[in-house]
């Protein structure tokens, strides 16, 4: 039988809580057990090792958000509305998710 591997972590009883909401919010979601409706961790460590889920520090978000609304405003200077209207949205999705209240 091959061999399965394994992850063991220390987490603080406030911690798992926390990731167990921020999975449920992902959609990592267990199915089955006494846990079922609750956030799978598991599956969103998974998804995070396959580049599925991409994590950064709320000040890098913060700096990409800033760096395409200036995009944005030179595209709206090359008559570029439409393209400056998606790149606008794109950093205000941004910016909501770096203002997201950390529990």
């Avoid at 167990?20 to 956030?39: D, E």
């Avoid at 995009?71 to 008559?79: G, T």
């Amino acid at each position: 039988m091959p061999h399965k591997p394994n992850l063991s972590v220390y987490l603080s009883p406030t911690d798992l809580p926390a990731l167990r909401r921020a999975a449920r919010g992902l959609g990592y979601v267990l199915t089955t057990g006494p846990r079922a409706g609750q956030g799978s961790v598991r599956k969103m460590l998974e998804a995070i090792s396959r580049c599925e889920i991409v994590c950064m520090y709320k000040n890098d978000i913060l700096k990409h958000a800033d760096e395409l609304r200036e995009l944005a405003d030179n595209l709206d200077m090359q008559n570029c509305q439409d393209a400056a209207i998606s790149l606008r949205a794109l950093a205000d999705a941004l910016r909501r998710a770096a203002e997201i209240k950390k529990d």
